[in-house]
């Protein structure tokens, strides 16, 4: 029988526990969970150990070569033009300043040199920090997985795409080292304004090389890859300060810069470029010219291969001759009267709304330079204010209303007046500013070497954005009595000289002799002097003594000479007209042709670019011009050379280009044009060293104005560009060659003395009197 324990027996064993319903369902629950976790886990092992051998090939980032837009530079290194989608400069690591990779540290990834690809230490901290809430959401991807993501996938937020994220970070650690992802992720990243990499970042934002770049540009750089629209300085720049200042102070935290740094940093003022195509010279014309020129021989290639191109230019020339032009067309502008505003607009009644409809309008009318637009928000005769597209309000009194006071009067047209609601121009000279207008008449300007041809500027029109069409290039136009000295040339070679007797005498021809129709030339203003020397009819342009010169030496005969200066003999016929320069040239090949007299007697062609290398510094092409001085490149005698040399010098000094002595010396020399209806207006001179061919014309030709010349309009732009380029350069005397004798003052053949060859044309004949020669002007007019 049982019995009770007593105080001193042994224990018996401890009745057995019963384990809670509840407790067996949490435990059984947790047991699921583990279990689908290890499923999961073990499901997961297989996708990554499937996915990970299919993950793409690395070879876009171990032989990385990013697409890098074609470049254009100047002859002094100075970047002229950039196309393509993406505007990057590839730089490496060891090139990227310090304060730059800090500064893109302290923002996308502080740990970046401590992890293996995925910072789970920032996980952790993004996941807590956008649990607890408090701020904007945080991320924790790493440098490493964006350039994963950037390379090789979407940017869709799935969890497949996560993975590979992952996955491909992992491999990347495992084929690059750290440097190397750093400098893929900073030349590859997408900083907005078209710029790729920081380096390219740091020359469209601040206009600067990346190693230039303050502490404070950097942290302004470095906030750009999270959002570059949102961050941007030039659309967002309250938005971008913010961020700046953000990033400075994780710099300061994770002490990459000290207290000083970190306070100067806070307080400096960026200067950010507003204009983000804006670069160091006003090439367009050449950069357009340079990117033609290499897409013939690279194709597609040229906008992703990093091609730099080199051209001729200089920036001091370049700036000379862009100055130049724009100051002649504008005289000529003032000297034709104001045409009245490019348009009209309602003005709303409220501030508000004024200013949105203002900022709208104008964004239409874009500024050339420092031609820009505005609104005229109140006019009279005396006073005018105006909006601007910045917004800021600008008077206009007194001088600065000259060039429209007719078209400010209550009498003048409507559809003309300056009044409320009217889009002006305006300039700004000094503190004043003025009324102005777009030109409707277009220019050309172009100088080069005669040694070799380099193009040392070119102008291409008064502005490119308004008119991309270049009339250096493409602008066959009429050269006038600039064409004068290439027959005076052949005429040396036919037994003429200098001191050869023409009759300035009225002339007349049938149709037969000049390809169309009867024909009574004139000279400028119906003046005529009777005989003179065939040196006094180059410097007076008398066009009577042209045609006397080329009816001698056969038109036929001119016309084939002329070719050995480079001109087309198809768009120059072989008929007398050809004396005035009634066939087309373009200023290009106006200045192959004029450096033939400058240097002796040599043909060298124009050229533009010098070399063209590749984004190693391989030289892939390289110029070898054709160079005066080498006797295969000799078209002329250098004594013929020498004699029309004589001659131009005599137009500046006594003639139509007289006007070019101001620049004080001896050695110009050049000859002036105008063309018949005064359509086009040239001046096209040198000195011995430099060549340079102004032009001014309408697209559409139409009379410049009777009183238009070329002496009167290209000649002050080829001056404006000779002053500048010319102030140091010692004056050239040029030596008598072989062969020549001087007589009477004038020079000859030794083969041609004084007493052989052509000594007069058409002395014989009378020149009429004032009164013979108006009967005839009513005659003419009758019929």
Known sequence: MAT?????????????RHVSKAARLGLGFLGVIAGLAAVCALVLAFMLAMAYPNLPA?????????????????????????????????????????????????????????HGGVDYLGIIRAATHNLIGGGAKQGAS????????????????????????????????????????????????????????????AQIYFGKNLRDVTIAEAAMLAGLPKAPSAYNPVVNPKRAKARQQYILQRMHQLRYI??????????????????????????????????????????????????????????????????????????????????????????????????DAIEVELADHADSDDIVAAVVVDASPRSVRAILSSGEEITITG????????????????????????????????????????????????????????????????????????????????????????????????????STIINDAPISFDAGQTGGQAWEPKNYENKYDGPMTMRKGLTKSKNMISIRILQKIGAKYGQEYTTRFGFDAERNPAYLTLALGAG???????????????????????????????????????????????AANRVIDERNAFMIDSML????????????????????????????????????????????????????????????????????????????????VPMVERAVPDGMIQVGGDYYYAENPPTVGVRSLGVGERVPTEEEKTKDEVKNELF
């Open 258 to 355: 000290s207290d000083p740094q970190f306070a100067e940093a806070q307080k400096e003022e960026l200067k950010v470029k507003t204009d983000s195509s804006e670069f160091g010279v006003h090439a367009e014309y050449v950069a357009e010219m340079a990117r033609q020129l290499v897409y013939e021989q690279f194709k597609e290639e040229t906008y992703t291969r990093g091609l730099s191109v080199f051209t001729t230019i200089t920036k001091p020339d370049q700036d000379a001759a862009y100055l130049a032009l724009r100051r002649g067309v504008m005289d000529y502008e003032k000297r034709h009267g104001y045409r009245g505003p490019e348009a009209y607009m309602d003005i709303p009644k409220a501030k508000d709304e004024a200013d």
């Open 649 to 728: 010098k005599d137009v500046v000094r006594y003639g139509t280009a007289a006007k070019a002595m101001a620049l004080k010396r001896t050695d110009l020399a050049g000859k002036t044009g105008t063309t018949n209806d005064s359509l086009d207006a040239w001046f096209a001179g040198y000195q011995p060293n430099l060549v340079g061919i102004a032009w001014i014309g309408y697209d559409q030709p139409k009379n410049l104005g009777n009183r238009e010349t070329g002496g009167g309009l290209a000649l002050p732009i080829w001056m404006g560009y000779m002053q500048k380029v010319l102030k140091d």
């Open 399 to 498: 001088p600065g209303l000259t060039f429209a006071a007719n078209l400010l009067s209550d009498k003048a047209p409507p559809t003309k007046r300056v009044k409320r609601g009217a889009i002006i121009r305006v300039i700004q000279e000094g503190r004043i500013w003025s009324i102005t207008q777009i030109p409707e008449v277009q220019s050309a300007f172009v100088a080069a070497s005669t040694e070799d041809g380099a193009i040392r500027a070119l102008i291409g029109g008064f502005d490119y954005n308004l008119n991309k069409f270049n009339h250096v290039t493409q602008a066959w136009r009429q050269p006038g009595s600039s064409f004068k000295p290439f027959i005076y040339s052949a005429s040396l070679e036919k037994g003429l000289s200098p």
């Open 142 to 201: 790493t440098i490493t997985q964006q350039v994963a993501r950037n390379f090789f996938l979407s940017s869709e937020q799935t969890l497949k795409r996560k993975i590979y994220e992952v996955l491909l970070a992992w491999k990347i650690e495992q084929n690059l080292s750290k440097d190397q992802i750093l400098e893929v992720y900073m030349n590859q990243i997408y900083l907005g304004q078209r710029a790729y990499g920081f380096s390219s970042a």
């Open 4 to 16: 009770k324990n007593s105080p001193g027996d042994s224990p018996s064993a401890p009745a057995p």
């Open 58 to 114: 690395l070879d876009s980032l171990t032989d990385y070569r990013p697409k890098i837009p074609l470049r254009v530079f100047s002859a002094d290194n100075v970047l002229i033009g950039e196309f393509g989608e993406e505007r990057r400069n590839l730089v490496r690591i060891k090139e990227i300043p310090e304060i730059m990779k800090k500064a893109v540290l302290a923002i996308e990834d502080d740990r970046f040199y401590d």
């Open 584 to 630: 087309a040239v373009t200023p290009l090949q106006m200045a192959g042709a004029y450096s033939v007299f400058a240097n002796g007697g040599y043909k060298v062609n124009p050229y533009l670019i010098a070399k063209i290398i590749d984004a190693d510094g391989r030289v892939l092409s390289q110029v070898k011009p054709d160079r005066a001085g080498v």
